[in-house]
């Protein structure tokens, strides 16, 4: 059974779902999308009375049409700027727009330059646009970034790609973002997170998943947490799992070193780094409970329970050398960093890469992501969730790419958007901390999913509570992501706590 509780579709399985609740009998989702928007706006307006509402030409205007109806019914003095045509409009919006004037409001075609607005709506555009916003549509979109007022975006910002999360050449900025029936991977990765604001989820009463299965999920810190137990009292080291780290050529044992503290302090009873530089040292004196070793003595350790590959490990012979090793066990693999690299240019270590029996765990970013595939950065980018499946499926592996809203992808073609993490991440150190998370949790007899799934979202909630505490997230360090983690880990397995806002309106009788 998947413990996981929030799905998320792209834009074509929303048309799915939507065609299957008409059939189904709900042909009210308009009314019961207005209604909500209406409800959210009134509360987020607060003890102002006037909001402008911005009304596209296709069904998002159509939702918008009916929450400006019921906010003027509630008293508020609604201004509705109008872009669209009122003989083109699909049925439910055109409806929506007689209502509108039925019921004795005006139609603007232009924002007015003087208002005193509380919130702007904007409607604009929803999951349909797939062309770049320009003209009136693109002037419109940046005189609403202009006005510097709360903003409440209808399913999605105006210009942003629900998919991606990449823009129309321009998109609103919202402040707050209501999306209808279930999230959408745009609005949580790439750009998506820049652009949505605060998310609220409404699923207009229809259960999205009995409707059609989602292979997309939300990473959500109840649901991950669950895989961990208190230690029983007669705990020993032995019984919390042993990691190998094999990484570290001249000048950046750091990045191995980094792994390990990571490892350990994650809760790996032990931690062996092998490092490959000349003049490795004996001993980590800041963290002097690491064994280091020599990769020739990690290779006959034979009580290792994970093995992660790459923090620092150049692309020497040797380092090939000791990779293809790895990859010939039957140890659950971390593969990060330069091992991706290597990978990426070898054909053979890739055959090897995806015929292997252990479990097999590849955490690019982007670029690395664009070695492993062939392709550009600008590609992977372009296309987040496809961009990770297909790595996965490729390499039968499980995979993160890394980035704003990281993406978890099986080889089952299931996936995840981890929603935790800010701009503290983006520094030296911290794919390297991630991968001893990963594999401190595999030995502690997590499944690698579990590992991977839990560590993702647990790296960024660290950052998250480090920026909570007023550090970072300028000059935030992967040694204070450590630090953090621990404490939360220790916390999650007495208090779990929820995540993502969610929303619910009842059909209308």
């Given at each position: 059974m998947n413990p996981h509780t929030t799905p998320i579709y792209f834009s074509?399985?929303?048309?799915?779902?939507?065609?299957?609740?008409?059939?189904s009998g709900a042909t009210d989702l308009m009314e019961r999308a207005g209604l909500a928007t209406?409800?959210?706006a009134?509360?987020?307006?607060g003890d102002k009375t006037s909001v402008l509402v911005i009304a596209g030409p296709g069904n998002n205007g159509g939702d918008a049409l009916v929450a400006a109806r019921h906010l003027k019914a509630w008293w508020h003095k609604v201004t509705l700027v109008f872009t669209g045509q009122a003989d083109r409009l699909p049925p439910d919006a055109a409806n929506a727009l007689a209502a509108w004037c039925t019921a004795g409001g005006e139609l603007l075609d232009a924002i007015p330059e003087s208002g005193n607005w509380g919130l702007v709506i904007d409607g604009l555009f929803g999951i349909g646009l797939a062309r770049n916003l320009e003209g009136r549509y693109l002037e419109l979109t940046r005189q609403v970034n202009a006005m510097n007022r709360p903003v409440l975006a209808l399913d999605v910002p105006s210009g942003?790609?629900?998919?991606a999360g990449q823009t129309f050449r321009a998109a609103i900025r919202a402040t707050h973002t209501l999306t209808f029936i279930a999230l959408k991977p745009g609005l949580?990765?790439?750009?998506?997170?820049?652009?949505?604001?605060?998310?609220?989820?409404?699923?207009?009463?229809?259960?999205?998943?009995?409707?059609?299965?989602?292979?997309?999920?939300?990473?959500e810190q109840g649901a991950l947490a669950a895989a961990l137990k208190p230690r029983p009292r007669n705990s020993h080291k032995g019984l919390l799992g042993s990691v190998g780290i094999l990484g570290g050529a001249n000048s950046m044992c750091g990045a191995a070193l980094l792994a390990g503290r990571a490892a350990l302090k994650l809760g790996a009873g032990r931690v062996y780094v092998a490092l490959l530089a000349d003049d490795a040292p004996a001993v980590d004196m800041a963290q002097p409970e690491l064994m280091l070793c020599s990769p020739q003595r990690l290779f006959e350790l034979d009580n290792l329970n994970c093995l992660v590959v790459g923090p620092g490990l150049g692309q020497s012979t040797q380092a090939v050398q000791m990779l293809k090793q790895a990859l010939e066990t039957e140890l659950p693999l971390v593969l990060d960093a330069d091992a991706l690299n290597l990978i990426g240019a070898d054909s053979e270590l890739q055959t090897q890469v995806k015929d292997r029996k252990g479990g097999t765990i590849l955490t690019p970013h982007p670029a690395e992501a664009a070695r492993l595939t062939g392709g550009s950065t600008h590609d992977i980018q372009q296309e987040r969730v496809v961009s990770a499946s297909m790595l996965a499926k490729r390499f039968n592996s499980l995979v993160v790419l890394k980035g704003a809203g990281s993406i978890c992808a099986l080889p089952d073609e299931s996936w995840f958007i981890n929603p935790t993490g800010n701009p503290g991440l983006s520094?030296?150190?911290m794919g390297d901390v991630l991968s001893g998370m990963i594999a401190a949790l595999v030995a502690q007899r997590l499944t690698p999913q579990q590992a991977l799934l839990l560590a993702v979202y647990l790296h960024g909630a660290a950052a998250d509570e480090r920026v909570a505490q007023g550090i970072g997230p300028v000059g935030l360090t992967a040694v204070e992501i450590i630090e953090a983690a621990r404490a939360l880990i220790n916390q999650w397995l007495y208090r779990p706590s929820p995540s993502i806002r969610s929303r619910q309106t009842q059909p209308a009788s």
């Open positions: 074509h399985e929303l048309r799915q779902l939507e065609q299957k609740a008409r059939d209406a409800e959210l009134h509360e987020l307006l942003l790609d629900a998919d949580l990765t790439a750009y998506g997170p820049d652009y949505c604001g605060q998310i609220h989820v409404d699923t207009l009463g229809l259960d999205a998943p009995a409707l059609l299965k989602p292979a997309g999920w939300l990473l520094s030296a150190g």
